[in-house]
């Protein structure tokens, strides 16, 4: 039975902002809000952002060159005061003292982040995995150390947007070890247009870029879904750490599809209009292709979305070689 959300109710694949604002139905999807979520994924999700920060450093966790580091600690530090007020039980901020509950970590003083200290026991599902965060996160300092902790809370991917000048903007920090075939390290000090120039059909996207800056600063918070299909079912899709293998020629519809994984990813905005800051979060899901179509809905929305690509649209999903043979399956499965 499928678990992760499915945002192809329209049955088309549309590239532009989509965000609705927290709390806003839509006939198509239920208010929500949120920009954390905790479920069973919490622990192999943190384990695998923690594989990827070990296995290539500087590919994930990345600042701008022209960046102010007290501006971007006080950013950090509204991003850990979010976090607390959203899930009192798992993070809370009391005058410079930081404890995150779930991972029985703290961090004693926030003005001086010289070193993260155990604080009681983490949650009993999380044992494994804060251990192995504990003991990497021991020789880190400074911004490395504020990061990394934030990040390795939440089973989200961050990133804070800048508006140094009206009209300028800048992705200032990422810490994204889970992308989407795109590399963190090719966007990190660019701006919105720049950053968004390689999406197919990106030019309205691009040319509205000043009123997206500005509502993610001071409108929202937002939330919206995105979707894709993978060759396989690796959460990490960054092309400098990771080359998925290549569809494969000549194989049956049934054999194309039973090696395919949904992706989905939930992204939000949050503003920090006193810091002309916005935080964005991206948080994912996968699931094999065969899982999702034992819903006859969710299979019917699929292969119209599927069917309705051009070939721009197949070649920037990286689906030219598989969209006909996917769709073949699902319309006869």
């Known amino acids: 039975m499928s678990y992760i959300p499915f945002p192809l109710a329209s049955g088309r694949y549309e590239v532009g902002p989509a965000m609705r604002r927290f709390g806003q139905a839509t006939p198509d999807s239920a208010a929500e809000t ?13 384990s695998a952002k923690l594989h990827v920060l070990q296995q290539a450093p500087g590919e994930s966790h990345l ?22 007020a959203e899930h009192p039980q798992v993070a809370t901020v009391e005058g410079d003292r930081l404890t995150l509950h779930h991972l029985g970590l703290r961090l004693a003083d926030w003005t001086r982040p010289e070193r993260v200290e155990r604080a009681g026991e983490p949650w009993p599902e999380l044992a494994a995995v804060a251990e192995e965060i504990f003991a990497w996160l021991q020789p880190q300092q400074g911004l490395q150390l504020l990061g990394n902790l934030l990040a390795l809370a939440v089973q989200e991917d961050l990133s804070l947007v800048h508006r140094p000048n009206e009209g300028d903007d800048l992705l200032e920090w990422l810490h994204v070890c889970l992308p989407s075939n795109w590399a963190p390290a090719e966007k990190i000090g660019g701006s919105f247009a720049t950053v968004h120039e390689p999406v197919v059909h990106s030019e309205r996207l691009i040319g509205s870029r000043r009123q997206i800056i500005q509502a993610m600063i001071q ?20 092309p400098r750490i990771h080359q998925a293998p290549p569809w494969p020629e000549g194989a049956t519809p049934e054999a194309v599809a039973e090696t395919a ?12 209009p006193a810091l002309n800051r916005a935080l964005f979060t991206i948080r994912y ?29 197949l070649r920037y999903k990286g689906l030219a070689h598989a ?4 769709v073949a399956w699902l319309q006869a499965t």
């Open 219 to 238: 409108g929202g918070p937002f939330v919206r879904y995105v979707w894709g299909i993978h060759r396989d079912g690796r959460l990490c899709h960054n």
């Open 63 to 84: 600042v701008a060159p022209q960046v102010a580091p007290d501006d971007l600690a006080a950013a950090l530090r509204e991003c850990f005061c979010l976090l607390a």
């Open 34 to 46: 949120g920009h954390f979520r905790f479920d069973q994924q919490l622990a192999p999700t943190l």
């Open 261 to 272: 994984w949904l992706r989905v990813e939930r992204q939000t905005t949050h503003g920090f």
């Open 285 to 313: 899901w996968v699931e094999p292709l065969t899982v999702t179509a034992t819903d006859p809905w969710r299979r019917e929305r699929l292969a119209t979305a599927l069917a309705g690509m051009s070939e721009e649209e």
């Open 323 to 326: 969209r006909d043979r996917l």
